[in-house]
């Protein structure tokens, strides 16, 4: 079973707002759709996402809702320990 949690290869949480707010170019947005449609846990981010930020006219990203920030960082930190415990148990 895949892990549930964010991937090297996942865009970033201001990627994902622009792309909620239609705000994207075209090539980017395209890519952000078709990484949306094959991830979990970017389609349950970007759901978190749409309801916790407000619409803004304006193009700049609307900052990280704190407690997924604090969630996100924790799961990076976490994924970081196992990493490098497995590197450890390779060399």
């Known amino acids: 079973m ?6 090297h290869d996942c865009p970033s949480s201001e990627v994902l707002c622009a792309h909620g707010a239609g705000a994207l170019p075209p090539l980017p947005g395209l890519a952000a759709a078709a990484h949306l449609r094959s991830c979990d846990f970017c389609g349950a981010e970007s759901r978190l996402l749409a309801r916790s930020v407000e619409p803004r006219a304006a193009t700049p990203a609307p900052e990280m809702p704190l407690a997924l920030r604090l969630f996100a960082e924790s799961r990076l930190a976490e994924m970081n320990a196992v990493a490098a415990y497995k590197n450890l148990r390779a060399a």
């Open 2 to 7: 895949p892990r549930f949690g964010k991937r």
